[in-house]
Every structure is written in C-alpha cells, then in structure tokens.
C-alpha cells in the first residue's frame, strides 16, 4: 500500500487531498456504514418521529441490528418492504400502505423518510410520492413528513445524518422575531455527550435548540410498558424556530464548504454560522467555550473551569505511563481529527489516522486542527479495514483507539483497543461514553492510561501491583 506522509518535501495542498490508497477490486471489512443509518438515528433525535426506509426489509434490520447493539436500546424503524416487482415497476403502492400503518399504529409527530439504495437507483420520485399520498390522505394533524436521499454508494453513515439533520432543517424551520436561542448541530456523538452539551448551555444562561438529541430516545430509563415511541428528542417547535435564533454551531472541519443545516439558515434567515471542530481535548473544547462566552457575555461557569484544571492535573500524573506511546486512530473523519488533537496534547503519538470517509478534507482539516502532528503520521481516507492493517502492522503501535471493528486487529497485533465512536458492540455502556469537553477529555484519558497500565501489567512477568 502507498502512503502520503502528512508532510514532506515535494507536496504541495493538491497533492495531499489525491488518494492515498491503491484501489482494490472490493471493499474488505469497511470503516464506515451506511448512508441510511446515520438518518435513521437522527430521525430517532427528534420527538415523535419514527424513521421509515423506502426500499428492502433488510436494510431496516441490519440498521436496527446495529443502533440497537450499540445504544442497547429498542428501536423501531418502518419500511415499505419492497419486492421483486417494486424494484422493477416502483415502490408506490408499497409508500402508500406502509405510511398508512405508520400512522395508524404509531401515530407519530413526524415520519422520516429515508430512500435506500434499492428505491435511488430505478430512481424513485419521491417528492411525487409525498403529493399523491398527502393529496389523499392530509387532514389536519396528520404527521410531518420529511424525505432525505441515502443511496448508501454515495457516502457513510455520517453523510447520512448530516443530509437528515439539513432536510428536516429546510423543511420546518421557519423565520420570525430575533431571539437569543442558540442553535447546535452536534454531529454523530454519543447519548452522554448530547446530555453534556445540554448542561454546558444551560450552565453559561443560554437557551438553545440541540438538532437531533437523542439522549433520552436512546439512552433512558426502564419502562413498565413498551413504549413505540419514546420520550425524548427535538420537539418540532424548536425545530421550526430554528430560523429566528441568534446564532447556529456546527460541530465538524470537514464540513467546511459543504451546505449543511446551519449554512442553509445563514443563507434564508441571515443567521450567523460559527462552525468549529469536535471538542475533543483542551484546545478544541476551549475554541467551544470561548464562543459560548461571546455567546453568553458570562465567563465559563467555575465547574467547567475545575473539570479543565483537573484535567490538566491529570495529565501531569500520568504521563509517565503514556510519554512517547504510539497510536493507531480511525473511525468517522471529524471524531479522528478530534482524537488526534487529543492524543498530541497528552503526549501520545498518532503514527496512523484512518478514516472510511471521502469527504476530500481531511488531510488539511487535520493539519490546521493539529499542526504539532508528526509528518511521519500516516492519514488515510476512504480506506477499510485491509488498508488499515496493512498500515498499523508496518507502523507497530502501542494501541488502538477506535470503536469495536478493530478488535480483530488489535488482536492480530497483539495490542489492547481503547473503544471509542461508533459503533461499539463488545462492551456495554457505549451510550454512556463522554467524548466532549473537559469531562469528556478526563474520561477518554484514563480509559488511555489504565488500558496501557492493564496492558503493561498483565504482560509482565513479574506482575506488579504497584505501578
């Protein structure tokens, strides 16, 4: 496999976004997912919504197999159950009766409506669809209904929930007197970390829409009856305000350039975009908290300041145990950019950041995010799990950080695996996992460190106790 180094004579900017990969005839073992999951689980942050796939039974179930083994939470997901005819004549009929039972048997708020390889590619008219049906069925209350395009061969699972995080923006939002509401697209991040973001604004005094929050939806208390749909999410008012706040944040560098939820409101309703990076680690929750205090006009609530000067401590104390470490990092593109700053801050040496993304912008997003990276780090996009291996073996790290589809290389290499991301299926509590903020970035370093400590104990011969 031919690698770019991230730095080198020789190489200009164009040459460091060119693929970095040989092509191989198939995908082996992918570092990404698909496009419709990602939309389902944003559908699943807003309330009352139920997400609804336009296409094959089977792509429902491996996208329930998944969410559910990760959030260990039910999840329903409606489809239209296409069949050999539907895939040769049209989905219509099927569209039709399955949106019919959706709201008979959930009567849900709003159904999210995603279309999946199999509806893309005989090219569905969707926005037909939604006419010949509404113009038969709309009454007054009937459910919203927003439609987002996921063909699965057009991107990963994060374009798929950013594209529904943007089609349910422009479908609802709508203009109205300026209010100081803050509006915060958060990206693909875990439960805990959406109830972190929460507490953080509630913390400076800002009142804020958070699109999608599934921190409830997919991460709530036992039930004494089976709830179709749980409590929790977005409520559709707060979506449909989101064209009179003052402000909107999106988390995410390779999203630079790229519409999305956030730049469409800029472009309609002339509110501010402030994009940053994932606050992962000290530099980049400190761009995020120094926003909220422009934001805000308060200085960052003391708590937060202790939980960073905690950290800080933290760091001090342990890095004798992780000094000079090297690491293997992969996963979604702006959750590795995130990590690798993270990593550098605490003395860690990324030696490879991977990704199955192709958004073309990692490279330099990475770069001006954490321009302290070695320039013999290895950065590859749109690889699978082949490449990385090829990469790690050639690299000889010292661990992994990344969610559970590396074990199997973590184990060939014979390396321990800090669980990270999405997905995580080999261990529980996944959901619970803080990636953000301060708290997040105390969190994500002693899983670090005890995981090399554990690592360094139980492969010694001696087997001390006291370390």
């Known amino acids: 496999m031919k690698t770019l180094p991230l730095q080198g004579p020789g190489l200009d900017d164009d040459d460091l976004d060119e693929p970095q990969f040989h092509h191989a005839a198939s995908t082996r073992n992918a570092c990404k997912l698909c496009t419709p999951l990602g939309a389902c689980l944003a ?167 958070l699109l999608p929050d599934y921190s409830e939806s997919m991460d709530g208390p036992s039930w004494a009856e089976y709830q179709k749909l749980p409590e929790g999410g977005t409520p559709l008012d707060a979506i449909r305000a989101l064209g009179s706040s003052q402000v909107s944040i999106t988390f995410g560098r390779t999203l630079a350039g790229k519409a999305g939820a956030a730049d469409d409101l800029e472009k309609k309703f002339s509110i501010p975009h402030r994009p940053l990076g994932l606050p992962i680690g000290i530099r980049e929750s400190d761009a995020f908290f120094q926003l909220l205090e422009t934001l805000s006009g308060r200085t960052t609530p003391r708590a937060h300041a202790q939980e960073r000067g905690r950290f800080i401590d933290a760091m001090i104390d342990g890095h004798k145990y992780i000094a000079g470490k090297k690491a293997v990092l992969y996963g979604e593109e702006d959750m590795v950019i995130g ?17 199955g993304g192709r958004s073309g912008a990692l490279i330099a997003s990475l770069r001006a995010a954490v321009p302290e990276l070695p320039a013999a780090c290895q950065v590859l996009s749109g690889v699978d799990f082949t490449d ?21 290389l973590a184990r060939k290499l014979k390396i321990p695996l800090v669980r990270v991301g999405f997905p995580i299926h080999d261990r529980v509590g996944a959901q619970r996992i803080v990636h953000l903020g301060y708290r997040g970035a105390q969190h994500l370093f002693d899983a670090v460190v005890n995981t090399l400590m554990e690592h360094k104990q139980e492969n010694s011969h001696v087997g001390y106790s006291y370390l």
Not at 339 to 355: D, R, Y
């Open 388 to 408: 990385i291996t090829d990469a790690a073996t050639e690299a000889k790290p010292d661990f992994l950080l990344g969610n559970s589809k590396g074990y199997s």
């Open 43 to 209: 559908f699943r942050g807003i309330e009352g919504c139920i997400p609804f796939l336009h296409g094959s039974q089977g792509c429902s179930t491996y996208i329930r197999r998944y969410l559910i083994s990760h959030f260990r939470e039910p999840i329903d997901i409606a489809a239209s159950n296409f069949s050999e005819e539907s895939a040769i004549f049209g989905g219509k009929s099927n569209f039709e009766a399955g949106i019919a039972n959706v709201v008979k048997g959930y009567k849900p708020q709003m159904i999210g409506v995603a279309t999946t390889c199999l509806s893309e590619t005989i090219g569905e008219d969707m926005k037909r669809l939604f006419h010949e049906y509404l113009s038969k069925h709309w009454e007054e209350g009937h459910p919203e209904m927003v439609h987002v395009s996921t063909p699965s061969y057009t991107g990963t699972h994060i374009d798929g929930f950013h594209a529904a995080v943007r089609s349910v923006a422009q479908a609802l939002a709508v203009g109205g007197e300026r209010t100081r509401r803050v509006n915060l697209f958060p990206g693909m991040v875990s439960a805990a970390d959406l109830r972190h973001l929460k507490e953080i604004l509630r913390d400076f005094g800002l009142a804020y829409t």
């Open 339 to 355: 990590l690798a700053s993270f990593l550098c801050e605490i003395g860690v040496e990324p030696v490879v950041v991977a990704s």
